[in-house]
């Protein structure tokens, strides 16, 4: 229970055991998110890249949902890391898009190299751009078209997402899924097993959590 015991303490742990113990959720959050990735590229084979898109809709629902940073919530943060760096670069991209970090602004300067998103494209500065006069992406040579390694847009997060958040027994299906897996750690961290009421509470927060970030990339 040593172990288990620095686990609870993520992130203020500062051992060796901690770090250790961090690092496996990391890894058992990078092995769930290799079977959500195939239940969901089996769902929707038509979507490029749906397995990992859906990897990264997880990944952010466990994050909204252990928000409140009490109890075993540092532990579901861990988890939740560990699939979000199973999707790796590209749909990073997309969240700096998402938050603003990555959209285009007027009047701003940009370095050869920087990326931006503008009217859900991808641009990349070739040379310096000085903050005047001011050079729109698409319409200034300076700007080329870049698309990301699996060429994943806004767009198409979105219609994924739109077809996802009709689906019920689909994202009920997964919640089940990474209880599953999760389970018997959140268990361990809380240093007992939970009775139905709470492990049913545990499971329609994730559900709610799951279906209010699809229905936030879905709009």
């Given at each position: 229970m040593d172990a288990f015991n620095e686990i609870r303490?993520?992130?203020k742990s500062r051992?060796?055991?901690g770090a250790a113990g961090a690092s496996a959720l990391n890894a058992?959050?990078?092995f769930a998110a290799g079977r959500v990735r195939g239940i969901l590229a089996g769902?929707?084979?038509q979507y490029k890249g749906a397995g990992t898109i859906g990897v990264f809709l997880v990944s952010i629902a466990l994050r909204y949902y252990s928000r409140a940073e009490s109890g075993y919530d540092r532990v579901?943060?861990?988890l939740a890391a560990g699939m979000a760096g199973f999707v790796g670069n590209d749909l990073w991209l997309i969240v700096r898009a998402l938050v603003g970090w990555g959209k285009w602004k007027p009047e701003t300067a940009y370095g050869a190299g920087d990326v931006v998103i503008y009217e859900n494209q991808y641009y990349r500065a070739e040379k310096d751009i000085p903050a005047k006069p001011s050079a729109e992406p698409g319409k200034d040579a300076r700007w080329v078209r870049f698309e990301t390694a699996q060429g994943y847009s806004p767009d198409e997060v979105s219609a994924f997402a739109q077809a996802l958040v009709s689906n019920d027994a689909l994202i009920d299906g997964l919640v089940k899924e990474q209880l599953l897996i999760f389970g018997p750690e959140l268990?361990?961290?809380a240093g007992r097993e939970f009775n139905q009421q709470e492990a049913d509470?545990?499971?329609a927060g994730?559900?709610?959590s799951l279906k209010s970030v699809v229905q936030k990339f879905a709009a």
């Open positions: 303490a993520i992130p051992t060796i055991l058992l959050g990078g769902f929707a084979p579901i943060k861990e268990a361990q961290c509470q545990i499971y994730m559900r709610d």
